[in-house]
């Protein structure tokens, strides 16, 4: 199980390159919160960590199995590249935001899950220009505090 909170200012900042003012909520229940805002969420999967809601809201569960999600990016033909995800929570966790910013910035409906994917892949390479971490430096994500340095260090090389 993936600690969403834990992560919640890499997620920020990362989102911060895309759009500032989009919110990111991480709540312990997708479907009631949708349920308490009179949102309706069509056909998204009620298994799904996260949901994009228009116009500038994307809502992660606080506690994320990645099995599911990655078994669907699996479906949409990423095979070995999921293997990143399945390895590494941050990685997941970016990917997974990257997929629901790609729903509100491209405006693509729930359709386009493969998209999606497709697109958090390759901005996810973009940011690993930026940002210059390696994928097996996984100590580095390890705390809140160690990812203080390394937002540091995307701020100097950006
Ligand atoms: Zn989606």
Known sequence: MIDTPKYQALLENIKNQYDKHITIKIVNDINQF??????????????????????RTIVIA????KDSPIERIERCGFKNIVEQLRINDVDFLIHL???????????????????????????MRKLKQI???????????????SFLIRSKKWRKTK
């Open 34 to 55: 949708c349920k308490q805002h009179g949102v309706n969420i069509g056909n998204h999967s009620p298994f799904s960590p996260a949901i994009a809601l228009k116009p």
């Open 62 to 65: 606080s506690q994320i199995d």
């Open 97 to 123: 935001l990257l997929h629901e910013l790609a729903h509100l910035l491209n405006n693509w409906p729930q359709e386009h899950e493969c998209d999606c994917d497709k697109w958090a892949f390759e901005e």
């Open 131 to 145: 940002v210059k971490y390696d994928l097996n430096d996984l100590e580095i994500y390890d705390t809140a505090n």
